[in-house]
């Protein structure tokens, strides 16, 4: 009977953590990684975390791109992760939005952060042990997803998205080779 522990990951949001937020990204052109992310990522896999990133994609609820163009840009950015020696464990997106949806988009999901269903659902089928876990993101939302959850570790990096008085219980940070560092140097 093979009976393996659970494992620990870092949670990520996308855009503003792993690549430059430029709004509404779905193409490899105009995707541009975050200075650091290889090394900080590689960091997180040698230290023997999965990395699990957990995105909103309003962008397809509102028709601005296709659920077919997220999937071509995920397994490039994948890949880009790959040649940097580093393995993504899982992309997990949520294309709905409550108010600005379009058709079947159109919905108030458990999925779409700050709610915790894309944190819970990868949690379950990866085995991980989200109290040994860290989540990285740099809206409120994704701070807020990470304590509905229950993970301990909260890093949310510095950006233009308002992040005073919903939340506390996280650490702030410049980019996520920060917050990498600062997780692990605090150990």
Known sequence: ?????????????????INIDHGYVCEPESFEFVSGVFE????????GYAIIVVTNQAGIGRGYYTEEQFAVL?????EQFSQHGVAITDVRYCPHHATHGQGEYLKDCDFRKPNPGMVNAAATEHRIDLTSSVMIGDKMSDIQAGQSAGIQHLYLVDSEYESD?????????????DAVTQYFNGQ
């Open 74 to 78: 995920t397994e490039w950015m994948c």
């Open 1 to 17: 009977m093979n009976m393996t522990l659970p494992r620990k990951a870092f949670f990520l949001d996308r855009d503003g953590v």
């Open 40 to 47: 900080a990522c590689k960091r997180i896999v040698d230290e």
């Open 165 to 177: 008085g919903v939340a506390s219980g996280y650490q702030r940070c410049t980019s996520l080779f």
